[in-house]
């Protein structure tokens, strides 16, 4: 891969980020200022322009964040038609245990790593560095489920839109920089870009 081809990628990847993370961004500094309601439809607008430009950037639909941007759109449409937040505290929950319970059940009843087409080409690992990887986020994501469940039904409403940013962002984030690790021992190929400088 040559210099140039580097960069383009890596700034492909900074934009489809800025395009996942720019809804729920929004989404906090508008509910900071006007409220849960206005929030909400914000980032309705927000994920439903973020979801066809991602598709531009990426040449394809991308799974985890049209499922996720489809709750957006239906749980915040009835938090909005029926004035109940309700609906868009549940959205994280149900999402991330359909995605654990997708995951865990192409293991369990398919034995077949699902990951492995979302990220097969981003990531190649061997059966087993697929499986372990696969059973890894089937686990996280019911953690974060249960997260969400106690953040909204324990907590403010602020605190539970707080949490998003200052828990559930940093949880998933340390615990994706922890699967490194894995990722540089089940490498299959030589140009394994995980154990540069190791």
């Given at each position: 891969m040559t210099e140039k081809t580097e960069e383009q990628d890596g700034m492909r990847r900074l934009y489809a980020t800025a395009l996942e993370l720019g809804p729920l961004v929004l989404f906090f500094a508008a509910n900071g200022r006007w409220g849960i309601y206005w929030g909400t439809g914000i980032f309705i607008m927000a994920t439903a322009i973020a979801l066809p430009?991602?598709?531009w950037l990426e040449k394809r639909w991308p799974v985890m964040p049209l499922v996720g941007g489809f709750f957006v759109l239906v749980f915040g449409g009835l938090t909005i038609w029926l004035q109940d937040d309700t609906f868009i505290k549940l959205k994280p929950t149900i999402v991330n245990?359909?995605?654990g319970t997708i995951l865990g059940g192409g293991l369990l009843l398919f034995r077949r790593p699902l990951l492995k087409p979302l990220f097969g080409t981003?990531?190649?690992l061997t059966d087993e560095g697929w499986r372990k990887l696969t059973l890894r986020w089937t686990l996280f994501f019911f953690v974060l489920a249960a997260v969400n469940e106690v953040m909204w039904r324990g907590f403010t409403t602020d605190t539970w839109i707080a949490s998003k940013m200052f828990l559930s962002f940093p949880l998933t984030l340390v615990?994706?920089?922890l699967q490194v690790p894995l990722l540089k021992?089940?490498?299959d190929g030589a140009d394994n870009p995980f154990a540069r400088g190791s």
């Open positions: 430009c991602y598709r245990c359909l995605f981003a990531f190649r615990f994706a920089f021992r089940y490498w």
